[in-house]
């Protein structure tokens, strides 16, 4: 007994658990995705409409939402969890913002492009020849296939490409 009252005191045992916050993020997030789905008609079974789908959608995430912040007592304190990788992620998070900025302004093929010459040359450091051929190879073959094949208009930028 007091020896796992010295470990909650030790490892911060309480306050809110990263697992709670997590249940209670998805579930917000759920109820926003509920909460935008109201302009569009949800139909019936026999025949759905546009927000058919979406509102199942929230329902699961809001659900496992609730249940894993219900359940999730027995994970670490928030507090207490450390993340040596979030310089990392915080520099993912950014380029794929400024990529999205970028998508209109000089096409898909090249965002794409450079975003992967970014995460496979800065990020992960790979060597110059595998960074080229992956970066370029992708942004050409997905932008085939997305735009030509599946006929899904994606932005081309203003030189066409």
């Known amino acids: 007994m007091a020896e796992s009252a010295h470990q909650e005191t030790v490892h911060g045992g309480s306050g809110l ?5 997590s249940g209670v993020i998805l579930l917000g997030l759920a109820l926003y995705i509920g909460w935008l789905n109201r302009e569009f008609p949800v139909g ?3 025949e759905p409409g546009p927000g058919y789908v979406p509102l199942l959608l929230a329902i699961a995430l809001g659900s496992i939402g609730l249940l894993i912040a219900v359940f999730g007592g027995r994970s670490a304190p928030l507090l207490g969890i450390r993340w040596p990788e979030a310089g990392r992620a915080a520099a993912i998070l950014i380029a794929c913002a400024v990529t999205t900025l970028l998508l209109e302004r000089i096409g898909y093929r090249l965002s794409v492009a450079v975003l992967l010459v970014f995460f496979i040359g800065v990020v992960e450091r790979k060597k110059p020849l595998a960074v080229v051929l992956v970066a370029g190879g992708f ?3 997905s932008f085939y296939v997305i ?3 599946l006929h899904v208009p994606l932005p081309r930028g203003p030189w066409g490409f």
């Open 17 to 21: 658990k990263s697992d709670q916050v």
């Open 44 to 46: 019936s079974l026999a």
């Open 139 to 141: 942004s050409l073959v």
């Open 147 to 149: 735009a030509d094949l």
